[in-house]
């Protein structure tokens, strides 16, 4: 049974840091690119970065390009989002995603990102 499993989110001041985890089961992990979406109250769920299988590639919505990382660990089914110089704008609940195919996407059950003084 998959299982997407997101944590590490919280209240975070502007141009503070947080690094979110989300721990995987179910699938041969390795094989498979890793996303993570976002998705702020009564706005449409975004893209923000991808990494493929074996993490040499990596894309980012353009409004995280030199602020957001994403990485990954395959021996420990681990998918991380760092996040640093954060903003308000990126007040949002964080999913990780996983497409296994073309009818089989998983998505975790998100983690609340606050970004306020």
């Known amino acids: 049974q998959v299982q997407l499993v997101e944590s590490g989110g919280g209240l975070v001041q502007p141009g503070g840091s947080l690094r979110l985890s989300c721990a995987t089961s179910g699938f041969t992990f390795r094989d498979y690119a890793m996303r993570w979406y976002r998705q702020a109250p009564g706005k449409e769920r975004e893209l923000v970065a991808s990494?493929?299988?074996?993490?040499?590639?990596?894309n980012y919505v353009d409004s995280a390009k030199g602020r957001f990382t994403i990485s990954r660990d395959n021996a420990k089914n681990t998918v991380f989002l760092q996040m640093n110089s954060l903003k308000p704008e990126d007040t949002a609940v964080y999913y990780c995603?996983?497409?296994?195919?073309?009818?089989?996407?998983?998505w975790g059950q998100g983690t609340q990102v606050t970004v306020s003084s």
């Open positions: 990494i493929s299988s074996g993490g040499y590639y990596t």
């Open positions: 995603h996983a497409r296994l195919g073309t009818s089989s996407n998983y």
